[in-house]
């Protein structure tokens, strides 16, 4: 799968059934998960281990609540949460990409499950596909066409679903924290996490068909075109996504406003930087700020780098759009509407180029119009869902737990707000109907944290001796002189274009702030929250993702340069360095350190 995300805690009512034909001759046999897990060897969630891999911590242990996981083939997911997660993300994974995994595959009448294990809050996933080894190619196969199959259907499942997820939404925003009874309250919570699984199984259907049908596109075009590069079809349906387009826009505005106004402009330009409160009492202020205020209103659950309830949303800190505007102004992007102009015209020329090489070939150029016309009107939703689903499901949930967390400091169970991060999902309801004091557990918890995030994780692990020997053969390569940064790294080439200049090593949000216009982004992977910064950048670099990563599809919409996939790339390419890279062939070159 192009989006893979994983694991399930408790059984979920999808409420939908896919009831398209399964492929001929496949046989969809009972799944037991307390029977022995078949295992599919040597294939992990996120494909073959990286060709570089940094060596793990000497004391990173790994423990198995059931000793059977350990023959399954468990792969880190490095490009939705790179980092240890607190107790109470960790439940936000397994309930919602973890639920939404499953069932997704539930509705596609599939008989895969996928687990997930934390190992010193590092997230793990493993396959369980429910078939002998030897019938894994064929329930793949399978998979394949029921995700191409119901395609079709994406938009008016769309449009049918997104009114639920506002719903869902609008639930976790309405609930009375400081009015509601306890047991109430309680309830109330237990509600806002079963939303939240509903709506992942919203994300893991929506995402098959647009996913899919992307891919075919692709590939009908390096056959028509063979001399094109390799993914330069994924260009025919860039542009498109207008979510993406509308956040742009309204940055665009708010740097207009800010450049009018020069008592705003100068605050916003000086170190440190100025609060909505300060810019209030400044001429023009009051404008510039209902302006910000207006756009946090529509795309304030953006802002967050990872899958990590302890990540901040531009609702939960302005000054995260204060500082993007401040770039703007520093450095003006190219306009939003020329850029798109400039994507469309592109991929159009590419379209009629194939038109014009199929011409005396009607029945391929009919399958081309029909796969083109499709992928161009569902391939948005790639990230489409993001901004709606990932993004949003996110903030909502986190601003329902730091409101909870005020609750519980007043009633003596944390000290204070944020501390709710570590509690389980469970011990916060707990505490709602009993209230006691945690602190101390607290205390202990966030120390383990702090430890675990200065460990460096294996990629894979599990797998019976195999796996662990060549985890082990990896890291063994990876300290006889690999380490150090290289002359030359290589990836897979996601955007067209070459770009120079300074690297900029970003690990989350906080290195956000350090992105200047003509930087190259060199970071673990990215989320629609990274677009103000995409708009300023001179190239993108990451260590996870293929073609189809999140990372991938904004580049091309942004019409940057882009390399991902490049193994350990964060760690092997100093800050600062001078780099250059090439999105066409996937090279990134470090010329001088």
Not at 110 to 117: G, H, L, M, Q
Not at 124 to 142: C, I, K, M, S, T
Not at 177 to 201: I, K, M, N, Q, T
Not at 447 to 463: D, F, S, T
């Amino acid at each position: 799968p192009a989006d893979r995300r994983v694991g399930v805690e408790e059984p979920v009512d999808h409420g939908h059934r896919c009831t398209l034909p399964l492929a001929a001759g496949f046989r969809h046999p009972s799944l037991d998960m307390t029977s022995p897990r078949p295992t599919f060897r040597n294939v992990t969630m996120f494909g073959n281990p990286p060709d570089w891999v940094e060596p793990p911590s000497p004391d990173f242990e790994i423990s198995w609540s059931d000793p059977a996981d350990a023959e399954l083939v468990w792969d880190r997911d490095e490009m939705h949460q790179p980092f240890p997660l607190s107790p109470l993300s960790m439940d936000f994974v397994r309930n919602s990409s973890g639920a939404g995994f499953d069932i997704g595959f539930e509705f596609f009448d599939v008989p895969t499950r996928i687990r997930v294990t934390f190992q010193h809050g590092y997230a793990y996933f493993a396959p369980v596909w429910g078939v002998p080894d030897a019938e894994v190619p064929a329930l793949q196969r399978q998979m394949g066409q029921s995700f191409r199959a119901f395609g079709a259907e994406t938009e008016a499942y769309w449009a049918r679903v997104l009114p639920e997820l506002l719903a869902i939404y609008d639930q976790m925003r309405g609930v009375d924290v400081d009015g509601l009874p306890a047991e109430a309250l309680a309830a109330a919570w237990d509600e806002a996490w079963a939303g939240l699984r509903r709506a992942w199984g919203i994300h893991m259907v929506i995402i098959r068909g647009p996913f899919r049908l992307t891919e075919d596109l692709a590939v009908l075009y390096a056959r028509h075109v063979p001399e094109a590069p390799a993914g330069a079809g994924y260009k025919l349906i860039q542009g498109r996504v207008d979510i993406l387009h509308d956040v742009e826009v309204g940055m665009e505005r708010l740097s207009a406003l800010a450049a009018a106004a020069p008592a705003v402009r100068d605050a916003l330009l000086a170190s440190p930087g100025p609060t909505l409160d300060g810019l209030c009492r400044l001429e023009d202020g009051a404008t510039f700020v209902a302006a910000v205020e207006e756009f946090i209103s529509q795309h304030g659950h953006l802002g967050q780098a990872w899958t990590d309830l302890s990540q901040p949303s531009w609702s939960d800190d302005p000054g995260l759009v204060l500082a993007e505007v401040a770039k703007r102004l520093a450095q003006p992007a190219e306009p939003a509407s020329e850029r798109r102009r400039r994507l469309l015209s592109e991929s159009d020329e590419m379209a009629e180029d194939v038109r014009s090489r199929l011409a005396r070939d009607p029945d391929a150029l009919a399958e081309f119009e029909r796969v083109l016309a499709l992928a161009r009107r569902i391939g948005p939703l790639t990230e489409t869902h993001n901004y709606w689903i990932d993004r949003m499901s996110q903030a909502r949930m986190r601003t329902l737990a730091i409101r909870i967390g005020r609750r519980l400091v007043r009633e003596g169970s944390i000290e204070l707000e944020a501390d709710v991060e570590y509690l389980s999902r469970h011990e916060v309801a707990e505490l709602l109907v009993a209230p006691r004091t945690m602190r101390a557990e607290v205390a202990a918890r966030r120390a383990e944290h702090e430890r675990q995030r200065g460990m460096v994780a294996p990629h894979v692990i599990g797998g019976g001796a195999s796996a662990t020997e060549a985890t082990a053969t990896e890291a063994s390569a990876a300290s006889d002189g690999q380490a150090a940064p290289s002359l030359e790294l290589h990836g897979t080439g996601a955007s067209a274009g070459v770009a120079r200049g300074p690297a900029r090593v970003t690990l989350g949000l906080d290195g956000l702030d350090r992105i200047r216009p003509g930087d190259i982004i060199v970071c673990p992977a990215t989320t629609p929250s990274w677009v103000p910064v995409f708009a300023i950048a001179a190239g993108l670099v990451t260590n996870t993702g293929g073609i189809l990563a999140h990372a991938a599809v904004v580049a091309r919409e942004f019409g940057l340069p882009a390399v991902v996939g490049v193994a350990g790339a964060t760690s092997r390419i100093p800050d600062g360095a001078l780099i250059e890279i090439d999105g066409t062939t996937g090279s990134v070159r470090v010329l001088e350190s």
